[in-house]
Nanobody, 125 residues
C-alpha cells in the first residue's frame, strides 16, 4: 500500500492543524492505520492508531484529549485532527499501515510495514 501525507505546516501554540493521509494500492479497510512522529534527535514514536472500521482508537498519553484520529474508508484516507498544539508537538508526522483485517487490538510500531513520506509540523511558542 502506498501512503501520502498532507497538511503539515507552521502553527502557533494553542492552534490547530489537520493532517490527512491518502492510501492506494491495496484494500484500505484491511489495514489498521496509524500516525507516528519523529522530532529531531529522537526516535519515532506512536501518536494514534485506528482500526479498520474506526471503532477502536488508541492515543499516546501526550496527545490524548487534544488529537483525534479518524478514517474514511470510502475515500481511502486517514485523518489526524490536532488541537491545542504545543511546541513539543513539533515533529515530522508519518502515517503508516498495518495489515489487520477485522482487527481491533492495539498494534505496536513494529507491526506497521507501510509508511508515508512524512509531513512536518512546527508549533511556535
Amino acid at each position: 500500500v502506498q501512503l501520502q501525507a498532507f497538511g503539515g505546516g507552521l502553527v502557533q501554540g494553542g492552534g490547530s492543524l489537520s493532517l490527512s493521509c491518502a492510501a492506494s494500492g491495496r484494500t484500505f479497510r484491511d489495514y489498521t492505520m496509524g500516525w507516528f512522529r519523529q522530532a529531531p534527535g529522537l526516535e519515532r514514536e506512536f501518536v494514534a492508531t485506528v482500526n479498520w472500521n474506526g471503532y477502536s482508537t488508541y492515543y499516546a498519553d501526550s496527545v490524548k484529549g487534544r488529537f483525534t484520529i479518524s478514517r474514511d474508508n470510502a475515500k481511502n484516507t486517514v485523518y489526524l485532527q490536532m488541537n491545542s498544539l504545543k511546541p513539543e508537538d513539533t515533529a515530522a508526522y508519518y502515517c503508516a499501515a498495518s495489515y489487520d483485517p477485522l482487527g481491533g487490538r492495539f498494534r505496536p510500531i513494529a507491526e506497521f510495514k507501510y509508511w508515508g513520506q512524512g509531513t512536518l509540523v512546527t508549533v511556535s511558542s
